[in-house]
């Protein structure tokens, strides 16, 4: 399968048959709680976001408020988790087909940045681009990493006018993504 936010077409780990229950709780500051027990992570988000689980391969999809009416794409972050087991590859590994991939399904692409960095005490990459989908002309940020046979891909996906100012709501939830047992 491939996962066309992620760049990547190894077999995501989770589906309709093995997704476990996730719970979500509302804070006082307007985000919620969630926590996603099959995938193994928590995060916080806006209160005033969609989410939707399982959806295109993602354990979960945040879709940010449509701004009018005739607001065609919705701003958003997702978590895809994809199991590595059967093909297991070292971080490295995971980031050179993810780029392959990325230039292969996207047209107009620009890679801006990638770097090695350090994601929730984990070696990671984080690969900033642009290109078109479709109709759209569309910036992502991608975070993965790779850790016991899975590879965790947080992407957030905007149109290019809109990605600085969305910016400010996404990085709160990636800074608050944990792993968790």
């Keep these: 399968m491939i996962i066309s936010f992620s760049g990547c077409s ?14 979500t709780t509302t804070t006082k500051s307007g985000f919620i709680n969630y926590s996603n027990y099959d995938s193994g992570f928590k995060l916080t988000y806006p209160e005033t976001y969609q989410k939707q689980e399982g959806t295109m391969g993602t354990a979960v999809l945040l879709l940010s408020p449509k701004e009018s009416p005739s607001d065609l ?47 929730d005490d984990n070696p990671a990459y984080k690969i900033v681009y642009t290109g ?20 965790y891909i947080l992407t957030y ?18 800074e608050s993504f944990k792993f968790v047992n």
């Design 132 to 151: 078109k989908q479709g109709q759209y002309s569309l910036k992502w940020m991608q975070i993965f990493t790779v850790i016991n046979n899975s590879a």
């Design 73 to 119: 794409f919705q701003e958003n972050f997702n978590v895809a988790v994809q199991d590595l087991s059967s093909q297991p590859m070292t971080l490295d590994e995971y980031n050179d087909i993810s780029i392959s991939q990325i230039k292969q399904t996207r047209a107009d692409l620009n890679i801006i940045s990638s770097e090695k960095i350090t994601f």
């Design 10 to 23: 190894i077999a995501n780990k989770n589906n309709a048959s093995n997704i476990k229950k996730s719970t």
């Design 157 to 174: 996906t905007a149109e290019i006018k809109q990605y600085d100012s969305y910016l400010v709501t996404m990085t709160p939830i990636v």
